[in-house]
């Protein structure tokens, strides 16, 4: 073969996280503890900073270099059936401040709150290692310090619970795959790499994680493909090829393989909790949040079409002097900001009267799932104690009357803007 078949199917895609453990410092990765479900639309990128040299004095009409700027890394991460996990993890890294303690005999408690202030001189928020497999074994990447910048939380009618978070990272990056250049003669009929095995338990495997072999002809001076059939199980790896030519002529052979997988590679278990259905969380509006309960307030039902809840962070890595490296050494928020909207049926005019007395209001939301233990269940709780409304716009849906009601969530001088609890059995969080 010239080139092995890859299996590039997205469902075998993996992504796994440092959830339970935040980097001690930027740029520095962390143990990977969790591997999650997430949706096929989930994944990371390289994104390669290149600039082309169209302003400079080239002699030319277009450009003629292409520099180099390092890159950055940037992705989504979605997750259609939200579990309590899914939000525990993006809103302990999204909002940066989680507390845990225990649950009865088997659960955890988890509060998260907006961070106040830094976490050191390089980052607002706590960042966590990202790694990827792309397929059944095209390659895997590992992100460190990966930021979560803006989270959005929806509850839509007839469906699931649904999150997602858009990742921001400084752009450092490792893999697990490998390319030599191996001096040999043009008709030589193997070759051997420098130091390195090929990943594979078995002839079969090993052959296909040789991705491609190129020679360069003494010739011509151009890169042609080459045939490959065998690669031996020892270390290093002896790779039997086709000669690509009759003369013995030294020149250079690259071969892109997969060397055998150590360290972070080995991703680990799956987690998996019962994803909340949207037909179980209960909405209070305008009670009031006293530090451990809703005080008042009504309770929403069927009159709620969907329920959505947007955080920003505005949060950028960036490249600084005496960063020293070929990536973002700062990550920094310039301002967080929140919003809820509500699409509700328009049965009376209270929360247009709300909009114009500009009033101030609480909005609590419990999503329960099945119990864990006797008398705890998994579940998530949002507490918004200090919100007013921005808009109520009437429209019409499915012949009947709505309104698209937005709130801003305002930070109170006492709890701030939000509390998020959630109860599971994991033991922390972004610690």
Known sequence: MTRSS???????NLLAVSAQLQETAINSEQELDTLLLADLSSILNYRALKVPNREELTGKEEADRLHDLGGTVGGSLTFPRAQPQHFAFLLAYGLGQVETTSLGNSGFLHLVRPRSGEVDPARSNPSFTAAMRFGRQVLKRRFASCFIDQVRVEFPKDGWAKISATVKGTGKVSGNTAVEDLNAPFNTASLILAANGVAGEDAVERLSNVQAIQALNPGTQAWEEVNYSEVSGEVPAVITITPPGSTGTATTFRVYYLPPE??????????????????QVEVNLGGRWDGSAILGGQQLSSELRRLTWTLENHLTPERTPGAGVDYANRAFRTGREQRIEFDRDFRDFLLAQHLQDNDILTIHLLAQGPEFEAGYHYQVELIFPRVGVLAAPVRVAQRRLAEALEFAVLEDDTYGSVLVKVQNKMSGYAA
């Open 262 to 279: 150590s360290g972070w590679m080995m991703l680990p278990p799956r987690v998996e909790e019962p994803p909340l259905k949207v037909s």
């Open 6 to 12: 890859r299996n590039f199917l997205a469902t075998h």
